[in-house]
């Protein structure tokens, strides 16, 4: 499952005193990951880091699912058709619209 392949990359990166390679997430994402599965796995990865109090390698957790929701700079998101999916939903359900107040 790549899922695990992903969580077992991501751990080998981290125990080697490394962090998070964004090539790593790049691969992932090009084998076919979504940005949903690929938070999912950083998101319980964050918290056996909490558990294990080590706070560095949860940091450098929390920065690649930064990159991976997209709350970096935009020429380090690894989703950004995302942000037009959610305008062209926004604009549809009509959310963009002004509303009076």
Do not use: H, W
């Not at 990359?9 to 490394?18: D, K, M, R, V």
């Not at 949903?36 to 796995?41: G, H, P, R």
Request: hydrophobic residues 40%; aromatic residues 6%; proline residues 2%.
């Amino acid at each position: 499952m790549i899922a695990d392949e992903f969580r077992k990359e991501l751990i080998s990166e981290l125990s080697n005193g490394g962090s998070i390679k964004l090539e790593t997430l790049r691969k992932y994402k090009k084998l076919g990951m979504d940005q949903d599965s690929m938070y999912k796995v950083l998101e319980a990865l964050m918290l056996e880091m909490r558990k294990q109090g080590d706070e560095k390698l949860e940091d450098d957790v929390m920065d690649a699912a930064d990159v991976v929701v997209g709350f970096c700079s935009p020429q380090l998101k690894l989703f950004p058709e995302q942000d037009l999916i959610e305008l062209r939903n926004s604009y549809i359900t009509g959310e963009d619209d002004i509303k009076d107040v």
